[in-house]
Nanobody, 122 residues
Framework: QVQFVESGGGLVQPGGSLRLSCVVS????????MSWYRQAPGKERELVAA????????NYADSVKGRFTISRDNSKNTAYLQMNSLKPEDTAVYYC???????????????WGQGTQVTVSS
């Protein structure tokens, strides 16, 4: 059974920072691409950032480039999202996701965490 423990969300003022963590169990995390998605009220879920298995390839939504950094520690089965210069439009529920990949090709469905709320407001 795949389980996620997400943490680090909360209320922060504009311009502030938060670091989200996602600990995964039940899978060999180093074989999975790890991603962070977010969903704001009334909007569709969108990809924020993704990192491939070895951590040498990442991609980001244009809206967060230069402000957010995704990383992973396979020895701890953990993925992180460092969020700096936060804006009110970053307010959303942030979800951790894992998808099995072989090399650069990924297969099957995503596994999903339960989500953590991030609110950016003064």
């Amino acid at each position: 059974q795949v389980q996620f423990v997400e943490s680090g969300g909360g209320l922060v003022q504009p311009g502030g920072s938060l670091r989200l963590s996602c600990v995964v169990s039940g899978i060999t995390q180093r074989s999975y691409r790890m991603s962070w998605y977010r969903q704001a009220p009334g909007k569709e879920r969108e990809l924020v950032a993704a990192i491939m298995r070895s951590g040498d390839a990442t991609n980001y939504a244009d809206s967060v480039k230069g402000r957010f950094t995704i990383s992973r520690d396979n020895s701890k089965n953990t993925a992180y999202l460092q969020m700096n210069s936060l804006k009110p439009e970053d307010t959303a529920v942030y979800y951790c996701s894992a998808r099995f990949c072989s090399g650069s090709v990924c297969y099957g469905d995503n596994y999903w965490g339960q989500g953590t709320q991030v609110t950016v407001s003064s």
